[in-house]
């Protein structure tokens, strides 16, 4: 499985767009891109998935380059609750076993 | 209406009991799993069941075993408790699994925060 490496926490405050970037340099062409965020004391949730170029919903969006080497999450005007620690994990779509990793813990202040 | 739950959320035992955690979803998926998060925050899988049977086994002692009464429910039983069992157990549930792959969202529970003294 191809390993991925993030910063390990930014800082930022309420309004900024935050741009957190993951490298997965050995990814496999039939391996997606999917990003987790965790709130303290809770569980892992879905925040958005990609395979290449860029994919938007209505809580961030994923730039993807055409190497695949790197994967982008944005979150745009960011608020006090989306401190967090987002995980960046790349999976071939063959398997289910999600492989987390350190993950990128966001600071968000006013 | 929480799609997927546990119980309980907070456990704490002497070393050597038995104890089991129990989640149910009901979100109508096929798929369930088990992760352990530990005190340095790693989150890593330990089993996964489709439709009851196990798919997934990683390298988790002998004493941690699933059982599955229903595909909603995945309950994780552990004996002999150990120092080093203490983490946060997290449950997730998936609709369809290994056939989905990695493009198949996996559904988190709560946690339930284990400390063994």
């Known amino acids: 499985l191809a390993k991925t490496t993030q910063p390990i926490s930014m800082d930022s405050y309420e309004g900024q767009e935050v741009n957190i970037t993951c490298s997965h340099n050995?990814?496999?062409?039939?391996?997606?891109i999917t990003w987790y965020q965790q709130f303290p004391s809770q569980g892992p949730r879905f925040i958005i998935q990609?395979?290449?170029t860029k994919v938007t919903n209505e809580v961030a969006s994923l730039f993807i380059p055409a190497d695949r080497k790197s994967s982008t999450l944005s979150l745009p005007r960011v608020s006090l609750s989306d401190t967090a620690v987002y995980y960046c994990?790349?999976?071939?779509?063959?398997?289910?076993?999600?492989?987390f990793g350190t993950g990128t813990r966001l600071q968000v202040f006013p | 209406d929480t799609a997927v739950s546990q119980t309980p959320k907070y456990l704490v035992t002497q070393m050597g009991n038995d104890k089991s955690i129990k989640c149910e979803q009901n979100?109508?998926?096929?798929?369930m799993y088990w992760y352990k998060q530990d005190s340095k925050k790693f989150l890593k899988i330990m089993f996964s069941?489709?439709?009851?049977?196990?798919?997934i086994n990683e390298t988790v002692p002998n004493r941690f075993s699933p059982k599955s009464p229903d595909k909603a429910h995945l309950n994780l039983h552990i004996n002999s408790l150990e120092l080093g069992d203490s983490a946060v157990y997290f449950c997730?549930?998936?609709?369809?699994?290994?056939?989905?792959?990695?493009?198949?969202?996996?559904?988190f529970g709560p946690g339930t925060r284990l400390t063994v003294l």
């Open positions: 997730a549930s998936s609709q369809i699994g290994l056939a989905g792959g990695s493009t198949d969202t996996q559904y």
């Open positions: 050995n990814i496999a062409t039939n391996d997606y």
């Open positions: 069941y489709n439709n009851k049977e196990l798919i």
């Open positions: 994990l790349v999976a071939p779509v063959e398997t289910d076993k999600l492989i």
């Open positions: 990609g395979y290449k």
């Open positions: 979100l109508g998926h096929d798929t």
